[in-house]
C-alpha cells in the first residue's frame, strides 16, 4: 500500500448504529486530519493529530470520536449519526502539523450515509 | 473573519480552450496557499504551494501564480483529462495546520 489509504470506501448505516472509519499513512508523517466534505460545501476541518496527540478539535459533535494510537493510523468512532452527517469523510496526513507549510496528502475517503 | 472565494463554480471548455480560475482571499496572514484537484468519488489530489506574492509554480498544462489577495490557476490547452474540481485552501498564521478550503471550481474539458 502506498499514500493514505481508508476503510470502507462506502457506508450505509443506521441513527443508532455503531461504526467507525479507518485511515493508515504510509509516508512516514508526524500529523493527521479527518476532513468531511459535503455536497455543494467547502471541505470542513473535524480534527487534527500530531504526533498521537489531538491539537484540535473544530466544534465537532460528540457523536464523531475519533482515535489515533499511532502516527500511522487514524480512526473515527461513530455512534447515533444524523441523516445530516451524510458526507464524505477524508482522511489526509502531512509531516508535521505545527511548525509545518507543508501540504497534506488525502486518502480517497468514505462515503457515508445515514439512514 | 478568513475567507477564500473561488469564482466560476463551474467552467466548460473545449478542448484546447484556455482559460483561469480565481482563488481570492481574505485573511490576517498567508502562510500558505495550496492547489489541489478532486476527481468524483476521490480525495484531494496536491497540485502545488505558493508562498508568497509573486510566485509561481507550473505542472504540464497547469500554471499557478500568487498575489496579495488571489491566485490565478491557468489552464493552458486544456485536454479531456484535465475535467475535475480544482479547490484551493490557505493556511494562515495564526492557524498551524489547518486549511480552510474554498467550494470550488468544477473544470469540464469536452473534446
Known amino acids: 500500500e502506498t499514500g493514505v489509504t481508508q476503510t470502507p470506501r462506502h457506508l450505509v448505516m443506521g441513527m443508532t448504529n455503531k461504526k467507525s472509519l479507518k485511515c493508515e499513512q504510509h509516508l512516514g508523517h508526524n500529523a493527521m486530519y479527518w476532513y468531511k466534505q459535503s455536497a455543494k460545501k467547502p471541505l470542513e476541518l473535524m480534527f487534527v493529530y500530531s504526533l498521537e496527540e489531538r491539537v484540535e478539535n473544530n466544534s465537532v459533535p460528540s457523536r464523531f470520536s475519533p482515535e489515533c494510537p499511532n502516527s500511522s493510523h487514524l480512526f473515527l468512532h461513530l455512534h447515533t449519526l444524523q441523516p445530516e452527517d451524510s458526507a464524505l469523510y477524508l482522511c489526509?496526513?502531512?509531516?508535521?502539523?505545527?511548525?509545518?507549510?507543508?501540504?497534506?496528502?488525502f486518502g480517497p475517503g468514505t462515503r457515508l450515509t445515514v439512514l | 473573519e478568513d475567507q477564500v472565494t473561488q469564482s466560476p463554480e463551474a467552467l466548460r471548455l473545449q478542448e484546447g480552450e484556455s482559460s483561469s480560475l480565481n482563488c481570492s482571499y481574505t485573511v490576517s496572514g498567508l502562510r500558505g496557499l495550496f492547489w489541489y484537484r478532486q476527481d468524483p468519488g476521490k480525495g484531494p489530489e496536491f497540485l502545488f504551494t505558493?508562498?508568497?506574492a509573486g510566485e509561481e509554480k507550473e505542472k504540464e498544462r497547469l500554471k499557478a501564480t500568487l498575489t496579495k489577495k488571489e491566485s490565478f490557476l491557468h489552464i493552458t490547452a486544456p485536454k479531456p483529462e484535465d475535467s475535475a474540481t480544482y479547490l484551493c485552501a490557505v493556511m494562515t498564521t495564526d492557524s498551524w495546520g489547518k486549511l480552510q478550503f474554498g467550494a470550488g471550481t468544477q473544470v469540464v474539458v469536452t473534446p
Open positions: 505558493l508562498y508568497s
Open positions: 489526509a496526513s502531512s509531516q508535521d502539523a505545527i511548525y509545518s507549510y507543508n501540504e497534506q496528502f
